[in-house]
């Protein structure tokens, strides 16, 4: 299965969830936020959000700014 | 003297609020966050990058400055509520530094996608405050539509030209029923000053400081400057006369 993690092509799985595509990127759990197809979803569904073949996932942080 | 600075309920006695962008280093913005007595930080919200060694979020927790996560780099109403319900989920605040620009070479913030972000993160549940023009008219708008503050600018970001028009932010000030907050264009010290004798607030400014040649002596300086001002602001300052007033008694 395809996907796009901020903007770069993964393979992934089958069925895989929101946290294995998080751990593409990174181990925390805090400070981090994700949206899979320009929705919010929570740290408490990473684990039970499949993702779907083409899902844009994108992995927030806080950064320097403003 | 108790003179806190209340928003959202929540108070503070530092009415200097920072921004993180700008910076060479997490020691140098340490140093002037802690030098500058800030309570209140903005950050950005951005692709992660596994790369990235520490984090402006150690920062600010170490220093227990509370965190403000703005909308830097949203150009709709759309891309600015997705970007707060990011930050609201990795930074557990409800609290957004609302900003949404109309192009890349002015950064001036856009009224219409602005008005229409603070309306649906109020109606979200967010403690809203948003980057917007020097416009008395807007302002009240935002108040009305469920703002916490509103942050007009004195001139464009990273600008340090100042406040281009003191007599729009006194209109902005004198109409206000939540805090005003000088956003963008501070320069130096006296800039900061100028906002708080105006009647704002508070003055949030990032570059002044993060860009000077010894940052954490720029904070320090704005910290004195927002203080100063402040005090003159309560103070009540002189009126301006057209010619003199002696001083010394005139009488030999």
């Keep these: 299965m395809n996907v796009t993690i901020n903007g770069t092509a993964h393979e992934l799985p089958s069925g895989a969830t929101v946290t294995q595509a998080v751990r593409k990127l990174t181990e925390a759990t805090s400070g981090v936020a994700v949206a899979v197809n320009d929705e919010v979803v929570s740290r408490g569904a990473w684990d039970s959000t499949a993702l779907a ?3 844009r996932v994108e992995v927030l942080t806080a950064v320097q700014g403003g | 003297m108790d003179d806190d600075l209340i928003i959202g309920g929540e108070k503070f006695s530092s009415r200097l609020i920072m921004g993180t962008g700008g910076a060479p280093s997490l020691e140098v913005l340490d140093q002037a966050l802690v030098a500058s007595g800030t309570e209140l930080t903005t950050v950005a919200m951005r692709r992660l990058d596994p790369s990235a060694r520490g984090s402006v979020l150690d920062v600010l927790r170490t220093r227990g400055i509370k965190v403000l996560p703005n909308t830097a780099g ?3 109403a759309g891309e ?3 970007t707060a319900r990011l930050a609201r989920e990795a930074l557990e605040t409800n609290w957004v530094k609302l900003e949404v620009i109309s192009d890349e070479r002015t950064l001036l913030p856009d009224p219409i996608e602005t008005f229409d972000a603070a309306e649906r993160l109020v109606a979200d549940g967010f403690v809203v405050l948003p980057y917007i023009g020097d ?3 807007l302002a009240r708008r935002l108040e009305q539509a469920g ?3 509103v942050m007009p600018l004195g001139a464009p970001i990273g600008s340090g030209l100042g406040i281009r028009n003191p007599h729009n932010i006194e209109l902005i000030v004198e109409a206000a029923g939540v805090p005003v ?4 264009g501070i320069g130096t010290a006296s800039d900061a000053a100028l906002a708080m004798e105006l009647g704002c607030d508070a003055v949030l400014l990032a ?3 993060t860009r000077a040649q010894r ?3 720029m904070a320090e300086a704005m910290r004195s400057a927002v203080r100063a001002g402040r005090l003159a602001r309560l103070a009540g300052r002189i009126p301006r006369r057209r010619y003199a007033e002696a001083s010394s008694p005139m009488n030999p």
């Design chain 1, 53 to 55: 073949e083409a899902d």
């Design chain 2, 147 to 149: 703002c916490a503050a």
């Design chain 2, 74 to 76: 949203c150009f709709t």
């Design chain 2, 215 to 217: 940052p954490d002596m």
């Design chain 2, 181 to 184: 907050i000088l956003d963008a």
């Design chain 2, 80 to 82: 600015a509520v997705l």
């Design chain 2, 207 to 209: 570059t002044a400081v």
């Design chain 2, 135 to 137: 416009d008395p008219a």
